[in-house]
């Protein structure tokens, strides 16, 4: 599995996910109205013409899970038993149809979980930027990992 064990994950490991994926329109509608999200700053042109932004927006928890999404491949991937928390969700600038996001991740912290010798909790940093770097997401989030056998 290309995701990492508990034992891989070192407090202040950074690591630049190599995958970016531009936001079309039909994510942002498609998800908003699966989570039957009516915001018309996410499915009104009209409306949203005319608000500080000047077009539609993209769903903020699309952003969050597609950034989460990104880093499945470098850290998650046959690894996560289950994620725990999410905490500190920041979205500092709107994503638009035809934004690249790209994520990044930091390991904050890590400890030997209390009820599963098996396995670890590891909280990290994760962020979510379009390519000229401006940062659309930031977030915390707690996982237990498996260890190695």
Known sequence: MPGQYFEDLIV????HHKNGRTVTEMDNVLFSALTMNTQPLHLNEDFASKT???QRIVNGLFTLALVVGLSVSDLTEGTIIANLGYDHIYHPNPVFH???IYA???VLEKRESKSR????????KQWGR???GTLVIELERSILFLKRS
């Open 130 to 132: 379009k390519p000229d």
């Open 98 to 100: 035809g934004d690249t």
């Open 52 to 54: 500080q932004f000047g």
């Open 117 to 124: 010798p098996d396995c670890g909790v590891v909280r990290l």
């Open 104 to 106: 990044e991740s930091e």
């Open 12 to 15: 202040g490991k950074h690591i």
